[in-house]
Each structure stands twice: as structure tokens, then as C-alpha cells.
């Protein structure tokens, strides 16, 4: 939002919260009252380390309960059993800290993931083969996890979190790691899901991937103070924000 101004996006939203609030254990606010409605599309979510991103994304992936509040995925109450079991095919979700098969190889890990996540055994393969050549990592199929370099890892990790062709995709941090190649690689392969899913990246790094998305959400100390499509921020109407413009509104209002 601007100036308490909420966005209205023209699809109907199938990530919505409303007034979420998130307290830690020693009393302090990690989220105050966030509300936002994301429909398809790429969408940013930017912040400082320590302003929330990663409590929300837990909070949207069903992994943590707020204090108060409500989030809708795909028109399910998330935080209720009933709804978090309904939207279990069809979210995926990439944290800071992931987990691997670390002796199976690439393509057993994402074919696994694939069938976790609901795939038909017979569509598995190839859901699978997918991932992985989004991501990059073809030549890498037969290796074993455990081999891989931290970047690989990642890219693998997220050939994990895409496999079954989520409707809503949750990323914390994904091009944490990975060489400017592979960034670009991945943004591409983010973009062909977004046409038909909503992917929400979280980052606290100002780049392409912020300044090209359909909606950018800003966090500051657990507080989203910007609720719009990135061009609001330019300083040339109708074109994407240069990454000083985004920089100029962080400095008034973080």
C-alpha cells in the first residue's frame, strides 16, 4: 500500500492475508497487521534482514500459526488443518534451510519431491525432467546430492519446490548462491511458472528479479509499507523502477 492506500489487483487474489500478526517468544512484533491479496504473477517481497520476510513465508507456508489474523491460499483458510491439507498439492516452497537425499541422485531427488507433492506415479519422470533442465542441471542428473557445490544444491533444491507445478510458489532467498548465469536462468524459469501460478520470491537485495516483478511487497520492521506494482516507484511513469528508485524510497521509509 501507499500512504495506507491498499492495492487492488483486476485477478482474483489466491494469496490473501489479512491483518497478520506474529509475536515472538521474548514479546517483540516479527509482523504487525500485514495485509496483502497477490493473484498469478511474480511477486517481490523486499526487505532488510530482520524485517520479517522469512517469519511470513513460514506463516504462508502453513509451517507456522500467527498470533492473529487470517490467510487465504487458493481460497482455503490456511490456518486450518482442513485447508492446509487442501492446498498441500498445489504449494510449493523453498526455505533459507533446505533438506536433500544427500545419496540419492538429482533426478531421484526431484522425482521424489514429485511424487510427495501428489504427482501420478506414471507423470513423475517427466515432471521431474522438467525441473531439472529449468534449473540447469541436466548434465547433473545421475550425480549424487551429497556431491553437489552450494549452488547446485540450491538450483536442485528448487527443481524440488517446482516438480509438481505448484499454483502458489514460496521462495525465500532462491538466487541466494547461485553465479549471475544461473540467476538469470532461474529468473526465466520463474517467469514461464508465474504465468499460470503465484510466485512470491522473498530478497534483500535490490536487483532485476524486484525491479521486473508484477507486484513488489516491502517489509520494514514487520510492517508492509508498500503494497503495488514496482512502477509506482519510478521516476519514469510507466516503465519498470530504476534500482535507485527503490533504494531512494527505502532510505525514507525504513
Known sequence: MIDGKPSRPSRPPCVECGNLTVRCRNGATALSRVSFRLGRGSAALLGVNGAGKTTLMQVLATLRLPDAGSVSLDGHDALSPAGRD???GSLGYLPQRFTLLE???????????????????????GAATRAIDVVGLSRE?????????????????LACATAHRPSILLLDEPMAGLDPLHRARIREGLR??????AVLFSTHVIDESVTHADH????????????????????????APAVADIERFLKEHL
Open 192 to 197: 514461464r511458472i508465474a504465468t499460470s501460478a
Open 86 to 88: 487442501a492446498v498441500l
Open 103 to 125: 545419496s540419492a541422485t538429482v533426478f531421484d531427488n526431484v522425482r521424489y519431491a514429485a511424487w510427495a507433492h501428489g504427482v501420478p506415479s506414471g507423470d513423475v519422470d
Open 216 to 239: 513488489l511487497l516491502i517489509l520494514s520492521a514487520g510492517r508492509l509499507v508498500f503494497d503495488e506494482t514496482p512502477d509506482r516507484l519510478s521516476s519514469v511513469p510507466g516503465s
Open 141 to 157: 542428473r545421475t550425480r549424487r546430492a551429497r556431491s553437489l557445490s552450494g549452488g547446485q544444491r540450491h538450483r536442485l533444491a
